[in-house]
């Protein structure tokens, strides 16, 4: 059945067993319901309370309201970077001053992702989401009133923390997608982050122009408000994972720890997600360089008519907004494959800046829309995978991803930046192809099929679709029965419930629980 179409999908628990600890075989048609109030005094509705005997639907509405969250509270992040000179002005304050307040947003978001994401393991997600964006939100206001630059730098550097929304709702949407669906789900929450990411600076720069930056700010309440009452009014209440398992807040951050060290699928992913992080950073800093020098010298100043430069954001969101159709591709087939195409993709349209750049503007626009789309599809491919290593810890895991493209960012800023402005445009373009080469490798050191702790090397074949190699377990030895094992869970028989099938990574599920609950 279809998980983003609406088809009704049996769900009697979520990807982890509530409770996670082992259970008898009669013990998985018990029913469990969830709570009926958010934060102990506000109602949740019933459609929306958990019930292991109702059957759930993951909706194209509900998928779609994901994104949408997605897209106004990252913009959080980036609403800053247009009103700098404003700010200067308002605060009356030198220019060098006001350039921390980026930097702090960013702080704030790392520590945010470092100290706040990872509870998507151990608490509710639907009174998780509800309080990031209700705090979020009520900083906003003070960042809209301030006449105070170090109060503004202080929320500033809060509301960073508070905006990890969009990294509780990824793994949240493929834990309630079917897998055959999850890499479409993941694509849709992360198009509507990218959207937020370039359209923030649009509607900043352009609100701007017409009147003060507060109303920026209050642009940002009023969004986040409606975010709030349409993820209450939507968003369905999921059981806590890990729950009765005596996995502790201490314990999760510990394990992430140790996950970064010793997954090899997530070292991996990691490793080329950091690259691909500072190649698209690179090109998107340093593109602002060059075309406002020779030969095109665009300008960066906005009116009613002009945007020069910052149209090629526009550009960018065509890119963006091909991720659902990505997401589909990337369902059909072993992630593995999929970011090698991704990456591949990458490379041509790399090629293209590389060759033609600084020369030709058709160059620059055919070299926005591709990379954007190969950068699309090698993100979801490689979350999907690791999505794919341990149900019971996704929001961690997830954490530990982000983390890694947030060091490419810096990295592939800092780096592209100093490249461009000491040998120009064609080496900064060169210095990421020669990253995305790199990646090659990483991912060719380790193949499609591997084993979870296989750290290189190939085995399993090299079946590049999803369903076939789906159906080559069926009928393996035991899979017959784990399958049918799967459908008494799932409720309907239809396989599409987010339990593995396999025994053995069922077990070393559990035994991640144990490992939290021991280091917690």
Known sequence: MSGLSGEETARPSSDVTVPTTPRAEDDTTKRHRGGTRDFGFLPIPERLQYDSARAFKFTTVLNITFGFASTFTVANLYYCQPLLLQFAESFNVTHQEVSRIPTLVQAGYASGLLLLSPLGDLVRRRPLLLLLVIVSCSLTIGLAVTSSLVVFEALTFLVGVFTVTPQVLIPLAADLAPPHRRASAISIVLSGLLFGVLLARVLAGVVSEFTTWRVVYYMSVGVQLGIVVLLYAVLPDWPAKNAGAGVSYAGILASMAKYAVTEP????????????????????????????????????QMNVFRLDIGLFGLVGMLGVSTGPVVGRVIDRFVPWYATLVGTIIQIIFQAVQTGGGGVNIAAVVIACFGIDVGRQMQQVSLTTAVYNISDSSRARMNAVLIIWIFLGQVTGTAVGTKIFLAFGWRAAAAFSMGLYAFQIGILLLRGPHCGRYTWFGYEGG???????????????????????????????????????????????????VRSSAELG
């Open 462 to 512: 090299r079946e590049a679709r999803k369903k076939v190699v789906e159906e080559r377990k069926k009928r393996a030895p035991g899979g017959e029965e784990g399958e049918e094992s799967d459908e008494k869970r799932d409720g309907d028989g239809d396989g599409d419930g987010d339990v593995k099938s396999a025994e053995p990574e069922r077990k070393a599920d559990m035994a991640d």
């Open 265 to 300: 699928v997530l070292i991996q992913a990691g490793i080329m997600q950091f690259s691909a992080s500072a190649c698209f950073s690179n090109f998107w800093v340093t593109l602002t360089f060059l075309l406002g020098g020779p030969p095109y010298n665009y300008s960066t």
